[in-house]
């Protein structure tokens, strides 16, 4: 089974996990939470060595999943997680311009490719916008192994 891997990102306090959860709930989907998982693993550090250590945890988690849809919400301030994660569907919460870490706000970059920017916290819309976006996917997915 072909697992779709969506990941929201976003600044801290910017949405990720309030559109994930509901998501994840909508969609039978598995939800992997980063600061659950940082909970877990009683790992705080966000050095960039923090930051890649987590993104592997993310990815060996969703790997793991049973699930045919994992949605992960993380903040996501490195290209290289992206590389690592390697998300078939990438959502940007682009609803805040600074959040509530400045190492955070200095660290983060806008991710250069995304499938959906979400700009304000219309939940019902963004929902919506997301279940159509892994609709889309999924029928091309199935148009391309034919």
Same mark, same amino acid.
């Given at each position: 089974?072909?697992?779709? +891997?969506?990941?929201?990102?976003?600044?801290?306090?910017?949405?990720?996990?309030?559109?994930?959860?509901?998501?994840?709930?909508?969609?039978?989907?598995?939800?992997?939470?980063?600061?659950?998982?940082?909970?877990?693993?009683?790992?705080?550090?966000?050095?960039?060595?923090?930051?890649?250590?987590?993104?592997?945890?993310?990815?060996?988690?969703?790997?793991?999943?049973?699930?045919?849809?994992?949605?992960?919400?993380?903040?996501?301030?490195?290209?290289?997680?992206?590389?690592?994660?390697?998300?078939?569907?990438?959502?940007?919460?682009?609803?805040?311009?600074?959040?509530?870490?400045?190492?955070?706000? +200095?660290?983060?970059?806008?991710?250069?490719?995304?499938?959906?920017?979400?700009?304000?916290?219309?939940?019902?819309?963004?929902?919506?916008?997301?279940?159509?976006?892994?609709?889309?996917?999924?029928?091309?997915?199935?148009?391309?192994?034919?």
């Amino acid at each position: 089974m072909k697992k779709i +891997k969506v990941l929201i990102l976003g600044l801290p306090g910017s949405g990720k996990t309030y559109l994930a959860k509901r998501f994840a709930k909508k969609n039978n989907a598995e939800w992997i939470n980063a600061d659950k998982i940082r909970g877990r693993y009683n790992d705080w550090d966000f050095s960039y060595s923090g930051i890649i250590r987590q993104v592997k945890r993310m990815k060996k988690l969703a790997d793991k999943s049973k699930k045919k849809i994992i949605v992960a919400d993380f903040v996501c301030p490195l290209k290289k997680q992206l590389d690592i994660f390697k998300p078939d569907i990438i959502v940007w919460m682009d609803t805040i311009k600074k959040g509530r870490f400045e190492s955070m706000n +200095k660290m983060f970059k806008p991710p250069a490719r995304f499938h959906l920017r979400i700009k304000k916290k219309e939940l019902r819309l963004n929902l919506k916008k997301l279940n159509n976006k892994l609709d889309n996917y999924l029928k091309i997915k199935k148009t391309t192994k034919k």
